[in-house]
């Protein structure tokens, strides 16, 4: 990763310093991250869909809270000793214990540090409410370091070492600014349905994941092709690569900004054996699980360097039909088609798929990583590899006002030369 400025943010020269370790110099960006100037203080934040079509959800405040509406910003109501409702739609606008005549959104706002709870789940953050017609739709705006611990708590092994987990946080972070960035305007920018997303994690299972995330807090990777804010990319892992990696844009088949090649994982290359599977199919069951009369061919598409699958294409005798692979993936089910790495065979009465790996094959390798670390790879080491031609920056807002880049940029350097 290379030194120097940049408009949104810092670039820290950490190639070779453990993220956890105590160096004067990171605890210095560390706290300046943590501790921004005023003019930088906006935490990034994302919004996450939890339901979009419901007339009533059972909504429980513990402690202080406050409600706006947000369209406004008119405080419309505030209590200290918290409060515990159905929130429901009604004629006239909403009702949360009290109703709200001519108001057809809210924001509930707990005090600093408490959750809330919707249908009995706790959430951190605010809970917006948007009346459309007679349903209603719940948003949780929580800050993208809170639901990067969620999102890591649902979706990965704790027992990987922290270095990994920490390149995780980054990674993982480096995506929510992305999908921030890229849907501004929007009521929301995820769905918790589609993602997982299941609101805060069990704090006895978390311990090392909150450790990861405070100790990379505000740390993103940006692609080295563009030094403005928008340089941010979509930063995926997959479980086991099976020897190579595959480019987001090319798996995806979408124009982003991001690494533009995969790479060598030589350590799920060496196991690649280990990670072999198979799935066999009646070519009268895939015909009617793709939509086709029957089948008579399947020609794959895949990326020239990984030759991970992006595409399949099916045959019958009158027409084709193509499908990306996510979208082949969950009509088989990803326990059935567990990667993208597969060849085809076929005979008269049967399709046989035979694969290795685990994921989509996009982006940082597990398997891998795990075994780097082992060797005393670090968190930066580790993204290095697997996000080329990318930069690790501070990025404490979405973005950085010009106007304040010149200040951060002083605070910055006297901190480390201090």
């Not at 210095?28 to 935490?43: G, R, S, T």
């Not at 959104?105 to 951190?124: D, E, H, L, M, R």
């Not at 990379?216 to 086991?240: C, H, I």
């Not at 080329?388 to 979405?398: A, D, G, H, S």
């Amino acid at each position: 990763m290379k030194k120097g400025l940049l408009a949104a943010g810092v670039v820290i020269a950490l190639a070779t310093i453990p993220l956890h370790a105590s160096t004067a110099k990171h605890r210095a960006l560390a706290e300046l991250a943590k501790n921004p100037p005023k003019e930088i203080a906006v935490m990034p934040s994302l919004k996450i869909l939890l339901d979009k079509e419901t007339s009533e959800a059972f909504v429980e405040v513990k402690g202080g809270y406050k409600i706006y509406d947000p369209r406004t910003g008119q405080q419309l109501g505030r209590g200290l000793l918290g409060k515990s409702f159905n929130v429901e739609a009604m004629p006239t606008g909403i009702k949360w214990g009290e109703e709200f005549p001519g108001i057809y959104q809210v924001a509930i706002i707990p005090a600093s540090g408490t959750a809330f709870k919707v249908n009995g789940v706790p959430f951190k953050g605010s809970l917006l409410v948007y009346q459309i017609g007679h349903h209603l739709s719940l948003v949780n705006e929580v800050s993208v370091e809170d639901y990067v611990k969620s999102t890591l708590a649902a979706s990965i092994d704790t027992s990987f070492p922290q270095e990994v987990i920490c390149a995780l946080a980054i990674a993982a972070r480096t995506e929510a600014y992305y999908k921030r960035m890229t849907t501004q305007e929007a009521f929301w920018q995820l769905d918790a349905d589609e993602i997982g997303y299941s609101g805060m994690p069990n704090a006895k299972d978390s311990v090392k994941i909150n450790e990861a995330v405070d100790t990379t807090r505000y740390l993103v990777m940006q692609s080295a092709e563009d030094f403005a804010a928008k340089g941010l990319f979509p930063a995926q892992w997959t479980a086991n690569s099976a020897g190579k990696t595959a480019p987001y844009h090319v798996m995806h088949r979408t124009e982003v900004i991001g690494p533009r090649r995969g790479v060598e994982a030589a350590y799920a290359n060496h196991d690649r054996k280990e990670s072999s599977w198979t799935l066999s199919m009646k070519k009268n069951e895939l015909a009617q699980l793709v939509g086709l009369e029957h089948v008579t061919k399947v020609s794959l598409y895949t990326d020239s360097f990984s030759e991970k699958v992006y595409n399949i294409r099916f045959y019958d005798d009158k027409k084709s039909k193509d499908m990306d692979y996510f979208t082949f993936q969950k009509l088989v089910g990803l326990d059935k088609l567990p990667s993208s790495d597969f060849t085809v065979a076929m005979t008269n009465e049967s399709i046989s798929f035979a694969g290795f790996g685990q994921g989509p094959g996009i982006g940082l390798c597990l398997y891998s990583a795990e075994k780097m670390a082992e060797q005393g790879a670090n968190a930066v080491q580790i993204l290095t590899k697997f996000f080329p031609e990318t930069q690790l920056v501070i990025m404490p807002t979405l973005p950085l006002k010009s106007e304040s880049i010149a200040k951060v940029q002083s605070l910055i350097m006297t901190k480390v030369k201090n």
